[in-house]
């Protein structure tokens, strides 16, 4: 492991991996939260790698996340951890995906299963997710999940794990349901709290008013042919704008792709591909992708419309700016949104 990191260009922690990881290694139970970008899915896969016997084909750690999208993300992360160890079998189970195939794959036996609850419940129910050599559980984006109505499921899963096994929790924000989910999963959990807030000049921050909704079309072309970010994040709060801006991009001659929850999961991870790659500069996006996903270098988030929460336009902005690096942010608004901006300042 360490070889491979070293080949990774890993020569420091960041500070959520120093704090983690000793505890991590150490079996402790542990709640983390760090900002967006700051490296916590290495405090975890690092643990997790290290507590592998490759010896057994059996579920030895689960990681579940919100949306399929970072699972996929996550299971990569750790594939790439693993990669001088080709015996480490790592496999993403989520919705979205044939069931089948999945169902396929588990009976040849994985170390370490990476997937949203509702279909972790579902393979566990059914037995073909044996959990009984489980030694290690991480709730990864934990507030998301409570955010996205997960608590049922998860507290079903909880259930048929072994209780004595080693529970990490990371999460970006903290409300108090996280203290229940805590309650639920954890056994005297350490508490780690690294850097969660953003310095104000790592993400520069414009607002542009607009006369209407109506008008915010024109004044996206304008920007994007004023400012020509190499790569930027467009967000949408429907599926339905998110179709419209993608169409109105391409009369512009504007190369952009979409992902919302509409998308096969199969064409929402050929577009990242894509984007990823730079084959096509802007991505039109729901908040399915404002958690979690690591897009490397990003230039600039601009919000089309202003999301409900203003932790949400954290997460939103939070695409950029990641591993240290500085970003730019713009967000369009109308005047009767003047209470959601002030929230969001405050």
Request: with cysteine.
């Amino acid at each position: 492991i360490l070889d491979n990191l070293d080949t990774l260009g890993f020569s420091a922690m960041t500070p959520i991996q120093a704090k983690a990881l000793p505890l991590v290694l150490a079996g402790k139970d542990l709640i983390a939260q760090a900002k967006t970008g700051s490296g916590k899915t290495a405090a975890f896969a690092l643990g997790i790698l290290s507590n592998i016997n490759l010896q057994s084909l059996t579920l030895q750690s689960l990681v579940l996340c919100p949306t399929r999208e970072l699972a996929e993300q996550v299971t990569e992360d750790i594939r790439r951890l693993a990669r001088f160890n080709k015996n480490t079998k790592v496999l993403a189970v989520c919705g979205g995906s044939r069931e089948f195939q999945q169902k396929v794959s588990l009976k040849y036996g994985a170390h370490i299963v990476v997937g949203t609850p509702g279909r972790i419940l579902k393979m566990l129910q059914k037995n073909i997710l044996p959990p009984d050599d489980l030694k290690l559980l991480v709730l990864d984006e934990a507030d998301r999940m409570l955010e996205m109505g997960f608590s049922a499921e998860m507290e079903a899963i909880a259930s048929y794990l072994p209780r004595s096994r080693q529970t990490l929790l990371f999460s970006a924000t903290f409300p108090p349901e996280i203290e229940t989910l805590s309650a639920n999963f954890q056994q005297l959990p350490e508490k780690i709290v690294i850097d969660t807030k953003h310095l104000k000049e790592t993400i520069r921050q414009f607002f542009i008013k607009v006369e209407s909704h109506r008008q915010k079309m024109q004044a996206l072309k304008d920007l994007l042919q004023f400012v020509t970010p190499r790569s930027a994040v467009v967000f949408c709060k429907t599926k339905v704008i998110c179709n419209e801006v993608l169409s109105s991009l391409s009369e512009f001659g504007i190369t952009a792709l979409a992902i919302h929850g509409d998308l096969e999961q199969r064409d929402r991870i050929l577009a990242l591909t894509k984007f990823s790659n730079g084959s096509c500069t802007i991505l039109v996006s729901t908040d399915v992708a404002a958690r979690g996903l690591d897009i490397k270098d990003l230039a600039a988030v601009i919000n089309f419309d202003l999301p409900l929460d203003a932790d949400v336009y954290t997460h939103r902005i939070g695409r950029t700016a990641r591993a240290g690096k500085s970003g730019v942010a713009y967000s369009f608004y109308v005047t009767q949104e003047v209470d959601k901006l002030q929230e969001i300042e405050s």
